[in-house]
């Protein structure tokens, strides 16, 4: 055999690449997902997953092959001599045809086609026992009604998974190529992270962790660069196709490169399984967490002003049961009705009565008056009985209240729709922390955080009111996990979380609910839309 120069042929087909990427528009290699891994990365993750591969005889599939970067890779790392078979699927001709051209003498099969086709008759072709893949990054909303039918249930019969049809394409072809593969074969895969967060990925990341041996899923920051114009946040996984052993764990890194992250962390099977963010792995110190919410999308933040509840400078005196309010006679101006603490509050769903008083037990309500002192007195001669005794309880005496003009004023607020407590316990599923939605016109002390829709949300949600129910329902899916990861700790198991922290926590559910509000929520550049 003759040998072969693989720099040579690696050059001519980054030379080839660049004219292919450049004769198209955006749009065109949005609708096929045609952005190119770097051959760097290309032959950094080949070299990772070179070092497990006991196989002398290699098998090596691209479902997705673009030029060939992998290929390149293949032959790069493994050499030319290991490599049994070659196939790549490429369904763009363009891209097919060049890349048969540069490879089939060195072994690369090329079919051109849709490899979700193919992948139901895949029984002619070789399985691979290595797969090396970056599949097109097609969202759910650019997949045709039909198409999406078609893949769920490919999937669901060669696979028996049920693919969510928020899904983009990478998840079908994800499924569908590690059911090509031969047993015990190898597989990375370069995709976006975002699957490991939403609900849609939800099926993903039960396959990886219980019908495969996942054994690496490699972060990239967000801030990273390499990979040019394709700015997803994007994820390496590295697995076997294999049952995973008994008390398997696989490792999760962040940050830096595969071969060098930031930070690293060994998170076992049964964790994984029941965390619904996977990227709280590897756990980062909070200050990096911060960075790293801020930087991957959308957030709580994006569509909730969060607040917290109003500090009175004294509950005792200030906050009062509404009976007794009506019985000494004050003025219905001069008191707001209020939540009691979450200690006694029973109900998540606040119910009002026909006043907007909430019909919880015990019904309280806070005194806050604007009129000055003298007019107080005049007017509302009860009311001024009550706040003389504050002198002799020395009420005035407190921080608060002493900065306050007049003194018995409370912050301003508008009663929030919705609400969270702001201090708990819990461990594992128990969340420390419980939403509570709020529908009278009750405000509520600073043992919550107060939720204010706004922007697009806010919009949504005044035309179509039916659709709180839906939003509180969605609040509610935020895992134990989230709010731990998010919150902090204190001695003894007392956990805290604080506007700016409840805010960092994931938005992507309310967006593949209502697709609409994606307007408002994205800070990082979004070239698949
Ligand atoms: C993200 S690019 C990656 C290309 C190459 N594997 C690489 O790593 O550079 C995805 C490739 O998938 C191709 N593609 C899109 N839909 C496909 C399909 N249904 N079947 C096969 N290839 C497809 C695109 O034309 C594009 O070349």
């Known amino acids: 055999m003759a040998t072969i120069n693989i720099d040579r042929l690696e050059h001519k087909r980054q030379l080839l690449q660049s004219s292919l990427d450049s004769a198209k528009t955006a749009a065109e290699r949005n609708r096929l997902g045609q952005f190119a891994t770097p051959n760097l990365l290309a032959i950094e993750i080949t070299r990772y997953i070179a070092t497990m591969i006991d196989d002398d005889e290699i098998n090596f599939a691209d479902p997705s092959i673009g030029t060939g970067s992998f290929f390149s890779a293949a032959l790069t790392i493994l050499g030319r001599a290991r490599i049994k078979s070659a196939i790549g699927v490429e369904l763009d001709s363009d891209f097919s045809s060049s890349a048969n051209n540069l490879w089939r003498e060195v072994g690369l099969q090329v079919i051109t086609g849709d490899f979700t086709e193919l992948v139901e008759k895949s029984s002619s072709l070789t399985s691979p026992n290595l797969l090396l893949a970056n599949p097109p990054y097609v969202r759910h909303h650019h997949l045709s009604r039909d198409d999406k039918k078609r893949l769920q249930r490919l999937v669901q019969r060669l696979v028996g998974v049920d693919v969510n049809g928020l899904a983009g394409l990478y998840v079908y072809f994800l499924l569908l190529a590690t059911y090509w593969m031969a047993d015990n074969g190898y597989a990375a895969w370069l995709i976006p992270s975002e699957f490991m967060d939403v609900n849609y990925g939800a099926s993903l990341k039960q396959f990886l962790t219980s019908q495969v041996t996942l054994i690496r899923v490699h972060r990239f920051s967000p801030d990273d660069i390499q990979f040019g114009d394709a700015l997803v946040s994007s994820a390496v996984l590295i697995f076997r196709k294999t049952q995973p052993p008994v008390n398997h764990a696989a490792e999760f890194t962040f940050g830096g490169t595969l071969s060098d992250p930031e930070t690293k962390e060994q998170v076992a099977l049964n964790r994984l399984q029941e965390s619904r963010k996977w990227t709280a792995y590897p756990n980062l110190p909070q200050d990096e967490r911060s960075n790293i919410s801020e930087g991957t999308g959308i957030t709580l933040a994006n569509y909730f002003r969060i607040q917290r509840g109003i500090a009175t400078g004294d509950n005792k005196f200030f906050i009062i049961e509404q009976d007794e309010a009506i019985r000494r006679g004050f003025p219905r101006n001069c008191i707001r009705p209020i939540l009691p603490s979450p200690r006694h509050l029973k109900e998540t769903v606040i119910k009002p009565d026909c006043d907007g008083f909430p019909l919880t037990n015990p019904r ?136 700016k922290e409840l805010g960092r926590i994931s938005a992507l559910p309310f967006v593949e609910q209502w697709p609409e509000l994606q307007m408002d929520g994205i800070k990082q550049k979004m070239l698949f839309e």
């Open 364 to 499: 309280l309500c806070v005194i806050d008056c604007d009129l000055p002192e003298h007019v107080v007195e005049k007017r509302y001669p009860k009311l001024w009985e009550y706040l003389v005794s504050a002198d002799s309880l020395g009420v005035k005496d407190g921080y608060l209240v002493s900065k306050r003009n007049p003194w018995y004023q409370q912050e301003k607020r508008e009663p929030p729709m919705f609400l969270c407590t702001y201090m708990g316990r819990g461990t594992q599923e128990r969340k420390p922390f419980r939403f509570i939605w709020n529908q009278t016109n009750a405000i509520a002390t600073n043992l919550y955080l107060m939720l204010y829709p706004v922007k697009s949300l806010q919009r949504m949600l005044v035309n179509h009111p039916e659709r709180a129910e839906e939003v509180y329902k969605i609040l509610c899916l935020v895992t134990g996990n989230e709010l731990r990861g998010e919150g902090r700790v204190y001695g003894g198991g007392l956990h805290k979380i604080e506007p």
